[in-house]
């Protein structure tokens, strides 16, 4: 998150291929080490698949979490719809290149492992989950906003920053919301969550992708008045989770 951006945007002024090979050949490294350094971790597999899907029987719409089920598909299927089209909009707007893009996505990184690493445990803590994710979501909502009104560089540079401290503030309270209130079957709860943030990375490239064929600008207007409105409409509907997460 920190390193791989900024090797790939200096890779890609010598090349665009050329980040691509490197990502295969490190990729083809681990594998050895994986084979031998890995333990396999399924000692039991069948019945567990057995007990969560017992759990689930009633279906994943009447699932007690699936409101922040929901919740994750957005989060992700907006940072999915930005990263998507954040190149393309950058170089048209304020002439981003690959060392820029690199040097912006390795700010990024630095500012999720502090965020996440450094200060979540403490505002958890003075704020509660369900107060981080309604923070994020408006954070998140106001850096979308000023991305789409940069005028240069340093602005986009900052309304990035802005956008991603959001996403920081959102992802990790919503998935300790989940295995809090999971009462039975925390694996099979955090793995829905991830399922509905994997199909929002899977959809938002594509969206983005539409929307911006359209227009450059709708993809980060339509970004920011999606989470806008889970701020206004699902404040009530995860307020009970900081509840039960509390007791």
């Not at 009633?58 to 992700?76: A, D, E, R």
């Not at 909009?89 to 912006?104: C, N, Q, S, Y």
């Not at 954070?139 to 920053?161: C, E, H, K, N, Q």
């Amino acid at each position: 998150m920190i390193f791989g951006p900024a090797l790939g945007g200096w890779l890609g002024h010598y090349g665009f291929h050329l980040p691509f090979f490197a990502a295969g050949g490190l990729a083809l490294l681990t594998c050895p080490f994986a084979y031998a350094f890995l333990p396999e971790s399924h000692t039991d597999r069948g019945s567990q698949v057995t007990e969560a899907q017992a759990r689930l029987s009633p279906g994943v719409i009447n699932h007690p979490l699936f409101t922040l089920f929901l919740l994750g598909f957005i989060l992700h299927f907006t940072m999915a719809m930005f990263e998507g089209t954040f190149a393309l909009f950058a170089k048209d707007r304020v002439g981003f290149g690959p060392k820029e893009m690199g040097t912006l996505f390795t700010v990024l990184g630095v500012i999720g492992v502090v965020v996440q690493g450094g200060f979540i445990g403490k505002l958890v803590k003075r704020f509660g989950d369900v107060n981080l994710i309604k923070a994020g979501l408006a954070i998140s909502a106001a850096g979308l906003l000023l991305i789409w009104v940069s005028p240069d560089m340093g602005a986009m540079f900052a309304s990035t920053a802005i956008f991603n401290i959001g996403g920081s503030l959102m992802g990790p309270s919503a998935s300790t919301l989940v295995s809090k209130n999971s009462t039975g079957g925390q694996g099979a709860s955090i793995g829905l969550m991830q399922s509905f943030g994997s199909l929002g990375r899977i959809l938002g490239p594509v969206v983005g992708g539409v929307l911006y064929d359209i227009n450059m600008n709708i993809p980060y207007i339509a970004g920011a008045v999606i989470l806008v409105l889970i701020v206004l409409l699902a404040d009530s509907k995860i307020e009970k989770y900081d509840i039960v997460a509390a007791r």
